[in-house]
């Protein structure tokens, strides 16, 4: 069975750092891409940044680019996702989501891991 | 950025009935379009991509269709597990990956 759990979530202050995690499990890590997705609490769906199946390439949403960088560990079927200069509009659920077909399509997601950036 | 507007915001539905919900892009993304839907405290699920393909075990009710601007996403006899939050998502231009803001599917 396909299986992505999130880890790393927590309150952190504005201007700190947190780094998130995405296990995954159940299919072959490194055939496929992989992104992160976000989601403030009561609003709609954010991609935040995605990762080809070497890591090679990397993209990014305007408003974390420079401060999240995603990055991705084949041999630990691992996915993460390094949060620096934290603000109060970051705070959101986010998810781990794989791309099966096309590589902006996300077939599969997490359960989530809550951020929560205030003083 | 394409900007993803959907429509209604929330759409009240008795159960059995149809239910079509619209998706519209700022500029044509052809056939690039998927379709989500987001359970209260649940992550999304994968519906449709490529504007009309269903997801693998998604049922025969939903169906999607468009292409450019315009998309629709229709559920054909609304079910009880069907009353969620239903998402498009272009991905013809990126980055940044865009989404609607949602529509409501709520029980009528």
């Known amino acids: 069975e396909v299986q992505l759990v999130e880890s790393g979530g927590g309150l952190v202050q504005p201007g700190g750092s947190l780094r998130l995690a995405c296990a995954a499990s159940g299919f072959t890590f490194s055939s496929y891409w992989m992104s992160w997705v976000r989601q403030a609490p009561g609003k709609g769906l954010e991609w935040v940044a995605n990762?080809?199946?070497?890591?090679?390439?990397?993209s990014y949403v305007g408003s974390v680019e420079g401060r999240f960088t995603i990055s991705r560990d084949n041999a630990k079927n691992s996915l993460y996702l390094q949060m620096n200069s934290l603000r109060a509009e970051d705070t959101a659920v986010y998810y781990c989501?794989?791309?099966?077909?096309?590589?902006?399509?996300?077939?599969?997601w997490g359960q989530g891991t809550m951020v929560t950036v205030s003083s | 950025e394409i900007v993803m507007t959907q429509s209604p915001a929330t759409l009240s539905v008795s159960p059995g009935e149809r239910a079509t919900l619209s998706c519209r892009a700022s500029q044509s993304v052809s056939s690039n379009l998927a379709w989500y839907q987001q359970k209260p405290g649940q992550a999304p699920r994968l519906l449709i991509s490529g504007a009309s393909t269903r997801a693998t075990g998604i049922p025969a009710r939903f169906s999607g269709s468009g292409s450019g601007t315009e998309f629709t996403l229709t559920i054909s006899s609304l079910q009880s597990e069907d009353f969620a939050v239903y998402y498009c998502?272009?991905?013809?231009?990126?980055?940044?990956?865009?989404f609607g803001g949602g529509t409501k599917v709520e029980i009528k």
């Open positions: 989501a794989l791309s099966i077909g096309a590589p902006e399509v996300f077939d599969i």
């Open positions: 998502q272009q991905y013809n231009n990126w980055p940044p990956l865009t």
């Open positions: 990762i080809k199946q070497d890591g090679s390439e990397k």
